[in-house]
């Protein structure tokens, strides 16, 4: 059964009224194929060749590539298929109604980022019947707020390649060409219990978790001295002691301790590395204090993103009129670099509506990304 590619404002009702919440939390979590299958059905008509890519252990959650004219090159236009969790409650809408109003689209996913595809898409349009000379690729990816295990099964595999790649998270349309990396981990240490009045009698989990809290501190102190980007607001690596929970009385000694934490890197510090040095400095703690301890990363973590000397962040320069700037959250671009392709953050609509009630789209950003996304497609397509 073939499908009409509808017009954009319908195009971005009926991403939004499709619920694709992915989160860590089973309860929230929703599959993204019903977004990747109403995508695929639109690009099918307009002439691509779309590709459905299952997520390796991640049922129900597929990337889609779709490919429009061949030849080595080209360009790839991103966005993540998936929402954030939402409170219906705090909307003056439904959040998965698009609504307009004070010159805006509201809806979940409106500017983060399902409404970049139709302007994607209406950017293509353009383009149908011309002879592109390098690919044009809409790629929509699953799980980027929650694991980006999207992006990650797309690295892993090498595919789809092309010479450069604009994810268009919202940025309000200035480049971005730079932000720090995310690692969430834990700290698990397991003493034994024991009465209080005798320490011999157990071994404490809070006594040994005192010394990690330390070290992760002096770790942090270290991080700052050595690593520093005037680029970022806040210039350094930051280590977060996010939340602690142990023992459960006064009066006995403290069995078990769980500490997690945030460490958001700088360009040029790779993940590994840090986890292995920050291992190195807590498990000699574990002898010193009877206990055992474990690290763990509670998700395999984002990297820094940097792309200095590119040639399309110059081009998006000056297609804007906007210097390159860095962000403080983290996206897909890192992996996607790590496939080769020079890559930016550019899209519609603004950090500061995402991940909250009443996201919206701004009506003012609709005609300027679709021209500056015609204007990428004309440089590197035809
Ligand atoms: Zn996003």
Known sequence: MSVRCPELVTMLGELIAINSVSCTQPDWDHSNLPVINKLAAWLDDLGFST???PVPDHPGKANLIATLGSGPGGLVLSGHTDTVPFNEERWHS???????????????????????????????KRFLDRDLQQPLIILATADEESSMSGARALAEAGYPKARYAIIGEPTSLKPIHMHKGIMMETVRIEGRAGHSSDPSLGASALDAMHAVLSELIGYRNELQQNYHNSNFRVSVPTLNLG??????????????????????????MDLDNLREAISQRLSPLADQFGVSLETHALFPGVPSFSNEQSELVKVAEKLTGHQAECVAFGTEAPFLQQMGMDTIVMGPGSIDQAHQPDEYLAFDQIKPTVAILEQMIARYCL
């Open 51 to 53: 590709e459905i890519s």
């Open 94 to 124: 439904d959040p998965l109604q698009l609504t307009e109003r004070d010159n805006r689209f509201y809806g979940l996913g409106s500017c983060d980022m399902k409404g970049f595809f139709p302007l994607a898409i209406e950017a293509a």
């Open 243 to 268: 939340c602690i929970h142990g023992g459960d009385n006064p009066n006995r000694i403290c069995a078990s301790c769980d500490l997690e934490y945030d460490l958001r890197p700088l360009p040029g």
